[in-house]
C-alpha cells in the first residue's frame, strides 16, 4: 500500500475536523485559526492531486494574506457572539432537518454511485517535468482568456465599491508631503532682515 | 499548443463599454464637483457608442468566438440594444435626484456602465463560466450602489440582506454548474445541450445540478419563495438605484434564463417546467396578494415585480418558442413600465422629501393633470388593462400557456392579475379623486419631464400598435 | 565500516530516502543556526564599531563565545506565561515563527544540484512560506493578552500584507525574466558575467525586494512591530526563556533567508562573478557554495547598516512607501520587462 491514500485520509480528517471547528467554537479568533488550518490541509489534498499551483496560490492568497487581515479585524473587534447566537436553540431542529436532507441528497447523488471509479477513472500520473503552472498558464491565456479577463473587471468593481463606500474626504485634515518637505529650500522659510542698529539714549551703562 | 488569436469583432461593444467606463473612472477624478456632469455626458455617450456598435455589427447569423465562451446572437443583440436605452433614461431620471442628495457621484455612473457591462456578458454568456462571472459583475456593481448612500441606515441595511442572498444565490448557482459539469464534463452550453440530448434524462446528478440552477434564477429574479430581499432593497435603496435595480437587471436575467434553461438545459424540459410552474404559481399569488397590504409604494412595485416575474415565468414554462417570444415580450414591457412607475416617485420626490408613500400621490391630478394622466397609464399597463402594452404581454404569456395545455394555470394567473388591478387602481383613485396634501409644484428639468412623457406615451402605444415589438421577439428567438 | 554499511543496506528503501533527506535537512539546519547564533554577535559587533564602541568582548577570545553564553542564560531562564493568556497559542506562536522560515530552504539552491528539493513552482513556494512568518507574530501578539503585544501584532500584520504585495510583484518580473519558478533555472538564466546578472536589468526591482525583505522580516528601520520607544519590545513583550529565543531566532532566520533569495534572485546565486572575464579560470577552483555565501554576507552586512544608521520610519511613512511607491513601481516595471523580453534587449533577454 503506498503513502498517499494514508496522508489523504490523514489530511482529510484534519481538514473536516477544522472545518467542523470553524462553527463551532465560541472564540471568533480561534474560528479564524481554524479556518486558516482548514486552508492549509486543503492545499495539502490539492498537492496530492498534482495541483501544485493551486495548492501554494491557496496558501499564498488565503493564508498568506486573507486570512491575516480577516484576523486583523476579528482581533480589532472584539466581536461578543453571545447576543449573535441567541436564537440558537431555537432554529436548530430546522436547521438540522435542513442539514440532514441535503446530506442525504448530497450523498445520494455525488456518493460513489455517480461519481465512483468505474465512471470517472483517475487521471493519469504525471512525470517529475510536468509543471501544473504552465499547464494552467497555458490555457488561462487562450481558451479561457475572456473569462480571465471579465474576472479581472470583477476585481477592478470591487476595488472601485470599496473605495466608494469607505473613503471620506476630510478637507480638515493635514496631510505631509515629504517630496514638498524635501524640495523646500532656506528661501521659503527664513527671510534675511537687515536693521540699522539702533542708535539713542540707551546706551550701555 | 495550437491556439488562434479569438475574433475580437463581436465583442467589440463590450471592449468599447469597459474601455468606456475605465475613461469615465479616470476622467471623473480629474473633475470638480461643478463639472461633475461631464461624467454623466461622458456615461451616455458610451451608452450610445455602445448601442451604434451593437446595431452595426449586427449579423443574423450566430456568432460564437472566444473558444466558445461568448456569442453574438439576435437575442443578444436586441436585449442588450434595450439594455442601453434603459439604462441611458435611468441615468436620466437619476441625475437630478442624485444631485438633491448629494450623490451625485463619479462612482454611481462608473458602477452603473460596469452594471451594464455585466448585463452584456451574461446576455452574450455561452459558457456557464462567463455566465457566472457576468452575473458577479452585475450584480457586486448593483451592491455598491445600493450601498452608496452611506449615511442612510436603510440603504446600509438593504444592501447588505443583498448582498448575503444575493452570495448565497451565486453559491448555489455554482454548486449547479459544478454538478452539471461533474454530469456532463462540460461548461460550454452547447456541449451541455449535444450531451443531454444522447443521454437518459434521469441522470441524478444533472437534476440535482438543475435544481441548484432553478433555485439560484429565482434568487436573481424574485421569485416566490426566494423573493424576501426584493421588497427590502427596493425599499431600503435610494430611489434612483431602486429604478435601475428593478429594471434593465431583468432583461439580461431572462436572457441567463434562456441560455441555461432553454438553450443549455433544453432537453430535461419536463422536469424543470413542473418546478417553474410552482414557482410562477406561487409568484403570482403572492406577490399580488401582499402588495394590496403596501404603504409604500416602493415595497408595493416590489411586490408586484414579484408578480410580474410569475408571470415572466409562465412564459418560459411553456417551453414552445411562442412562450420564449412572449416571455421576452414581457420583460421588455415590464421593464418599461417600471421604468415609468418609478420614473414618477423621482418626479414626485425632491431634496428632503422622497415622495415613496402611496398617499403622496394624493391629488396629483390638481397638482398636474398631465403626469397624473402619465401615471394612470402606467399603473394601466402594469394591471394589464388594454389598450395598454401591459394588457398584450399579459395576453401572450398567458395564450402560451393555454397552449401548452395548461389551461388551470392561465385561469389562476388572471385571477390573480384581477386581484392585482386592485392596488394599481387605488393609486388611480388617489390621484384623481383625492384632494392633495401637499400642494408644491413638481420642480423638474426638461429634459425629465419630456422623457417620462415619451416613456409613459410609448407605452401607450406599444399597446396600441404591439405588432412590431412582439413581431421582433418572435424573430430573435 | 562494512558493518555500517551491511545495516544500511538491510534497511528497506523508502526508508533509505527517508533517513538521507533527514541527514540532508540536518545539514541544512545546523548551519543555519549557527550562522544565526554568530549573526547576533556580528550585529553587536558592527553596530558597536559603527557607534565607535567595541561591543561584546568578554566571554571567550575577543568575544567569540558571547552567543553560546546567551543561548545557554536564555535556555535556563523560566518560560513565564502571562495571566489568562492563551496557554497553547501563547507556546505555539514562537514555533510558527520559526517553522516556515526553516521550510523556506529546502528548495535554496547552494550550488548547481546542490538543493534539497528541485521543485518546479520553488518561487511560489518561497512566497507562500515568507507570507505564513506573520502568523507566529499576530498570534503571539493576540495570545499574550497585552495591549502592547496586541498593537504590535496588529501593525506587524498590517505591514506585511502591505509588503508582501510589492514582493510578490518583483518576484513575478524575476519570473518573466528567467521563464521559470525553479530557483536553479533562475540563477542559470543569469549565467554570463556580472551584468549578466538581474541586478542590472531588474534595478528598481532588486531594490524594491530587498526592502520590501527588510520590512517583512521587521528590521529597523521598518521595524514599528517591536518600537521599543512606544510599544515596549511589540508583539515578543510577555516572552521569556527559550520562547522568546525561538523568536530571535525566527528573526535571525528570516535575514538570512531574505539574504540568500536576494542573492538568488538578482546576484546569480552560486555563480561566480568573474564568469566570462579573464579572472575566470584563476577563481575556478572556489567552489559556488562559497560565492553564493559571500553575497549573503554582503545583505546581511546591509542589514546591519540599515539598523545602525536609520532612525525608524514612522507607521503612515511605512504605508505610504509599500502602497504608494513600491507596488507601483513594481507595477510599471512588469511593463517595462515585458516590453524588454518582447523587443528581445540584449544581452539579458535576446
Known amino acids: ?95 438540522v432537518a435542513v442539514a440532514v436532507i441535503v446530506l442525504l441528497e448530497m450523498a445520494v447523488v455525488v456518493g460513489p454511485g455517480n461519481f465512483g471509479l468505474e465512471q470517472m477513472p483517475a487521471p493519469p500520473r504525471h512525470g517529475a517535468d510536468y509543471s501544473n503552472t504552465e499547464e494552467l498558464g497555458a490555457i488561462l491565456y487562450t481558451v479561457y482568456a475572456y473569462p480571465f479577463e471579465i474576472a479581472a473587471v470583477i476585481l477592478l468593481v470591487a476595488i472601485v465599491a470599496a473605495i466608494t463606500l469607505t473613503m471620506r474626504r476630510r478637507p480638515q485634515a493635514k496631510y505631509q508631503n515629504p517630496a514638498e518637505q524635501v524640495l523646500v529650500r532656506r528661501d521659503d522659510r527664513v527671510r534675511m532682515v537687515k536693521m540699522e542698529a539702533e542708535k539713542g539714549e540707551n546706551k550701555e551703562q | ?249 431583468k432583461i439580461a436575467a431572462f436572457a441567463m434564463v434562456m441560455r441555461l434553461l432553454t438553450d443549455g438545459l433544453g432537453g430535461l424540459l419536463t422536469q424543470w417546467q413542473d418546478i417553474l410552474v410552482i414557482l410562477a404559481a406561487l409568484s403570482i399569488a403572492v406577490g399580488n396578494v401582499v402588495a394590496i397590504a ?7 412595485l ?130 384623481y379623486f383625492e384632494k392633495p396634501e401637499d400642494k408644491a409644484p413638481l420642480a423638474s428639468d426638461f429634459d425629465m419631464r419630456a422623457v417620462i412623457s415619451a416613456n409613459a406615451l410609448v407605452v401607450l402605444a406599444l399597446g396600441i400598435f404591439p405588432g412590431s415589438l412582439i413581431a421582433l421577439c418572435a424573430t430573435v428567438i | 565500516m562494512d558493518i555500517l554499511l551491511a545495516i544500511w543496506n538491510s534497511i528497506p528503501e523508502d526508508i533509505q530516502t527517508l533517513l538521507v533527506i533527514i541527514l540532508k535537512i540536518v545539514a541544512i539546519v545546523v548551519p543555519i543556526m549557527l550562522s544565526v547564533a554568530y549573526l547576533t554577535l556580528a550585529e553587536r559587533k558592527v553596530i558597536g564599531y559603527v557607534q565607535v564602541r567595541i561591543g561584546p568582548n ?117 519570473l518573466m525574466a528567467a521563464g521559470s519558478l525553479n530557483l536553479g533555472d533562475i540563477v542559470r538564466a543569469q549565467e554570463g558575467s556580472l551584468i549578466h546578472w538581474f541586478w542590472l536589468p531588474l534595478l528598481p526591482m532588486f531594490v524594491v525586494y530587498f526592502l520590501s525583505g527588510v520590512a517583512e522580516t521587521n528590521r529597523a528601520p521598518f521595524d514599528v512591530a517591536e518600537g521599543e520607544s512606544e510599544i515596549v519590545a511589540g508583539f515578543h513583550v510577555e516572552y521569556s526563556g527559550m520562547a522568546f529565543a525561538l523568536f530571535f531566532l525566527a528573526e535571525y532566520a528570516n535575514m538570512i533567508l531574505i539574504a540568500a533569495l536576494t542573492s538568488v534572485m538578482f546576484l546569480g546565486g552560486w555563480l561566480s562573478p568573474f564568469q566570462g572575464t579573464f579572472l575566470e579560470s584563476t577563481f575556478a577552483w572556489v567552489p559556488g557554495i562559497a560565492w553564493l555565501l559571500g553575497k549573503m554576507a554582503v545583505f546581511l552586512f546591509l542589514f546591519l547598516w540599515f539598523r545602525a544608521t536609520f532612525p525608524r520610519y514612522r507607521y503612515d511613512q511605512i504605508m505610504r512607501l509599500g502602497w504608494k511607491v513600491f507596488i507601483p ?12 523580453i518582447l523587443g528581445e534587449l540584449g544581452p539579458w533577454f535576446d
Open chain 2, 302 to 431: 416590489a411586490y408586484s415585480t414579484i408578480s410580474h416575474v410569475g408571470f415572466l415565468f409562465l412564459g418560459v414554462l411553456a417551453g414552445t418558442d411562442e412562450g420564449y417570444s412572449a416571455a421576452m415580450f414581457y420583460v421588455l414591457v415590464y421593464a418599461l413600465m417600471s421604468l415609468g412607475a418609478f420614473g414618477m416617485v423621482i418626479l414626485l420626490s425632491r431634496a428632503g422629501f422622497e415622495a415613496d408613500n402611496i398617499a403622496d400621490f394624493k391629488g396629483l391630478n390638481e397638482r398636474s393633470p398631465w403626469f397624473a394622466f402619465m401615471m394612470l397609464i402606467l399603473m394601466f399597463s402594469m394591471a394589464g388593462v388594454p389598450p395598454t402594452v401591459g394588457f398584450y404581454a399579459k395576453l401572450a404569456v398567458l395564450s402560451a400557456v393555454v397552449d401548452v395545455g395548461l389551461v388551470w394555470l392561465a385561469v389562476f394567473g388572471v385571477l390573480f392579475a384581477v386581484v392585482g388591478a386592485f392596488y394599481y387602481l387605488r393609486i388611480v383613485k388617489f390621484m
Open chain 2, 1 to 249: 499548443m495550437n491556439f488562434e488569436i479569438p475574433d475580437f469583432a463581436p465583442a467589440a461593444p463590450e471592449i468599447f463599454v469597459l474601455a468606456m467606463a475605465c475613461a469615465v473612472l479616470i476622467v471623473d477624478l480629474f473633475l470638480t464637483e461643478k463639472n461633475r456632469v461631464i461624467t454623466y455626458l461622458l456615461s451616455q455617450t458610451t451608452l450610445l457608442g455602445a448601442a451604434v456598435l451593437t446595431v452595426s455589427l449586427h449579423s443574423a447569423a450566430p456568432q460564437v468566438t472566444f473558444s466558445g465562451t461568448f456569442i453574438s446572437d439576435s437575442l443578444a443583440d436586441v436585449l442588450k440594444v434595450f439594455i442601453y436605452l434603459i439604462t441611458a433614461v435611468v441615468f436620466l431620471y437619476s441625475r437630478e435626484y442624485l444631485i438633491a442628495r448629494k450623490l451625485f457621484k463619479g462612482e454611481f455612473f462608473v458602477l452603473g456602465l460596469f452594471a451594464v457591462l455585466g448585463m452584456m456578458v451574461l446576455v452574450s454568456g455561452y459558457n456557464m463560466l462567463t455566465l457566472y462571472l457576468g452575473l458577479e459583475l452585475l450584480s457586486l456593481s448593483m451592491y455598491a450602489m445600493v450601498a452608496m448612500h452611506r449615511d442612510s441606515m436603510p440603504s446600509s441595511e438593504a444592501a447588505m440582506k443583498y448582498f448575503i442572498l444575493g452570495a448565497i444565490a451565486s453559491g448555489m448557482l455554482l454548486y449547479g454548474m459544478s454538478l452539471i459539469y461533474g454530469a456532463t464534463g462540460s461548461l460550454d452550453i452547447a456541449e451541455i445541450a449535444a450531451y443531454i440530448q444522447n443521454s437518459s434524462s434521469d441522470d441524478m446528478v444533472l437534476l440535482l445540478g438543475l435544481v441548484f440552477i432553478i433555485v439560484a434564477l429565482a434568487f436573481k429574479l424574485g421569485a416566490v419563495p426566494f423573493h424576501m430581499w426584493i421588497p427590502d432593497v427596493y425599499h431600503g435603496a435610494p430611489t434612483a438605484i431602486t429604478l435601475f435595480i428593478s429594471t434593465a437587471p
Open chain 3, 58 to 174: 568578554r566571554v571567550g577570545p575577543r568575544g567569540l563565545l558571547q552567543p553560546i553564553a546567551d543561548g545557554i542564560k536564555l535556555v535556563f531562564k523560566e518560560v513565564i506565561v502571562p495571566s489568562r493568556a492563551n496557554r497553547f497559542l501563547f507556546l505555539v506562536a514562537p514555533l510558527l515563527a520559526l517553522a516556515p522560515a526553516l521550510a523556506a530552504w529546502a528548495v535554496m539552491p547552494f550550488d548547481d544540484g546542490m538543493v534539497l528539493a528541485d521543485i518546479n513552482a520553488g518561487l511560489l513556494y518561497i512566497l507562500a512560506l515568507t507570507s505564513l512568518s506573520v502568523y507566529g507574530i499576530i498570534i503571539a501578539g493576540w495570545a499574550s493578552n497585552s495591549k502592547y503585544a496586541l498593537l504590535g501584532a496588529l501593525r506587524s500584520a498590517a505591514q506585511v500584507v502591505a509588503y508582501e504585495i510589492a514582493m510578490g510583484f518583483a518576484l513575478v518580473v524575476v
Open chain 2, 294 to 300: 403596501q404603504g409604500n409604494i416602493k415595497r408595493m
Open chain 1, 1 to 95: 500500500m503506498s503513502i498517499e491514500p494514508v496522508l489523504f485520509y490523514i489530511f482529510s480528517a484534519v481538514l473536516v475536523t477544522a472545518a467542523a471547528l470553524v462553527v463551532v467554537v465560541r472564540n471568533p479568533v480561534h474560528a479564524a485559526l481554524f479556518l486558516i488550518l482548514a486552508f492549509f490541509t486543503s492545499a495539502a489534498i490539492w498537492l496530492l492531486l498534482e495541483a501544485e499551483f493551486l495548492a501554494i496560490v491557496l496558501v499564498l492568497v488565503y493564508v498568506g494574506a486573507v486570512m491575516v487581515l480577516f484576523l486583523f479585524v476579528v482581533m480589532m473587534l472584539d466581536i461578543n457572539l453571545t447576543p449573535l447566537r441567541e436564537g440558537f436553540i431555537r432554529y436548530l431542529p430546522v436547521g
Open chain 3, 329 to 340: 513601481l513594481t507595477i510599471v516595471w512588469i511593463l517595462v520587462t515585458g516590453v524588454a
